[in-house]
């Protein structure tokens, strides 16, 4: 299994009911991605952001089709520009040496293979965890 795990804060500025939309539609990628075995979308009670979201996967080929699917990436190119603090990181029980390499790497395929989605992500003041740009581990 995979926790797909996001935290983020929303710029100043951006108002409410576009916030709310942008939050429903992040609600509703539980009804649009079949690969989802759970989600949930809510406050980041006593965190430094302000809201956070679990995505369950089973395996990685499930998280590359979510990482891909047209709902989640609709989501990011309304969500990503009122962001201006986000981070990712993924838990996993996957014995695989190589799990967060392969991470990485559904990541590098999706920025290079989605080019508009890698420049609202170069647009975020603060984006750092597993689905950053760049190398890891």
Do not use: W
């Amino acid at each position: 299994m995979i926790y797909h795990c996001i935290r983020f804060t929303v710029r100043a500025g951006v108002p409410e009911e576009e916030k709310a939309a942008a939050l429903a539609q992040m609600r509703e990628h539980i009804n649009a991605i079949s690969v989802l075995e759970a989600r949930i979308v809510g406050l980041d009670v006593g965190g430094e952001f302000d809201y956070g979201a679990v995505s369950v996967l089973a395996d990685l080929a499930g998280y590359e089709e979510y990482m891909n699917h047209p709902a989640h990436l609709a989501m990011d190119r309304v969500g990503l520009p009122l962001v201006d603090r986000f981070v990712s990181y993924d838990i996993v029980d996957d014995p695989d040496p190589e799990v967060e390499r392969k991470i990485a790497d559904i990541h590098r395929r999706r920025f290079e293979d989605v080019p508009d989605i890698a420049e609202l992500v170069a647009g975020v003041d603060e984006y750092s965890g597993s689905a950053a740009p760049g190398e890891h581990g």
